[in-house]
C-alpha cells in the first residue's frame, strides 16, 4: 500500500458521512495504522456537501486534507459530489465505490438547475478513475431497514474492492464498537449486502 493513502468520502449531510469516516478510522488504528481525518462541510445543514479526508500511514502523521491530485479511493455517497471530489482530488490510478443514487440539491428541486444524465455522469465518473463499482446502495437500504443504512452497504462495497488494509472483519469489529448493541444486527446485515454488492 501506498504510504501515505488518501481516502476520501463525500456525500451530503445527513447520509453518514462522518459515521463511516469514524468506523473506517477506527478499524485502521486498532490494526496499528496512523490515521488522521480531515472534515470538511458545504452548507453546515442536511443536504450540503460533506467529506471527510482519511490519511492512512504506517510510520507518520500527515495533514488532514489530501493534497489536490492525490486520492488513492473515493467512496462516493452521492454521485455528483463523487464527480466533484474527483475532478480536484483524483489522478489516472483512483478507485472510485459510488452509491448510484442521487439526491437533488435545492436548486434542481426548485426547477432551477438540471441533474446530470446518470448514465453520462456514471460514465464520466468511470472515465476519469482507474476501477469504478456502481452500488445500488441507496435501493438496497430501502430494502432491508431504510435510506439510514446506505453508509454502511458503501462500507461493505469498499470492504470488498480490497483498497485498504483491513478484512471484513475488522470492520465489523469497529462496526460492534461504535453501533449502538440495538441496532448492531441491522447494520451487520447492510455491511454483508454491500459487501456482496461489490464483488458481484
Known amino acids: 500500500m501506498k504510504d501515505p ?35 470538511t462541510y458545504g452548507l453546515s445543514q442536511r ?27 473515493v467512496l462516493g455517497l452521492e454521485p455528483v459530489e463523487s464527480l466533484r471530489i474527483l475532478a480536484t482530488y483524483g489522478q ?7 452509491n448510484s443514487r442521487p439526491i437533488y440539491p435545492i436548486g434542481v428541486n426548485a426547477g ?4 446530470p444524465d446518470l448514465e453520462v455522469l456514471k460514465n464520466t465518473v468511470a472515465g476519469l478513475s482507474k476501477k469504478l463499482w456502481w452500488i445500488p446502495a ?9 435510506f439510514f443504512m446506505t ?16 478484512n471484513q472483519d475488522d470492520y465489523k469489529a469497529a462496526l460492534k ?6 441496532k448492531l444486527d441491522i447494520n451487520l446485515t ?3 449486502r454491500g459487501l456482496a454488492e461489490g464483488r458481484a
Open 5 to 39: 493513502f488518501n481516502l476520501i468520502i463525500t456525500g451530503v449531510g445527513g447520509q453518514g458521512n462522518v459515521l463511516a469516516s469514524q468506523i473506517i478510522g477506527r478499524a485502521l488504528v486498532k490494526k496499528g495504522y496512523l490515521i488522521t481525518v480531515g472534515e
Open 47 to 73: 443536504g450540503g456537501a460533506v467529506s471527510s479526508h482519511i490519511r492512512i500511514s504506517s510510520k507518520d502523521q500527515y495533514g488532514p486534507v489530501v493534497p489536490q491530485g492525490m486520492a488513492d479511493v
Open 177 to 182: 464498537d461504535i453501533i449502538p448493541p440495538k
Open 112 to 115: 432551477d438547475a438540471v441533474y
Open 190 to 192: 447492510a455491511f454483508d
Open 92 to 98: 489516472p490510478e483512483v478507485w472510485c465505490v459510488v
Open 151 to 166: 453508509n454502511v452497504i458503501m462500507l461493505g462495497a469498499l470492504a470488498a474492492t480490497g483498497s485498504l488494509p483491513l
Open 138 to 146: 441507496a435501493d438496497i437500504a430501502a430494502e432491508i431497514g431504510g
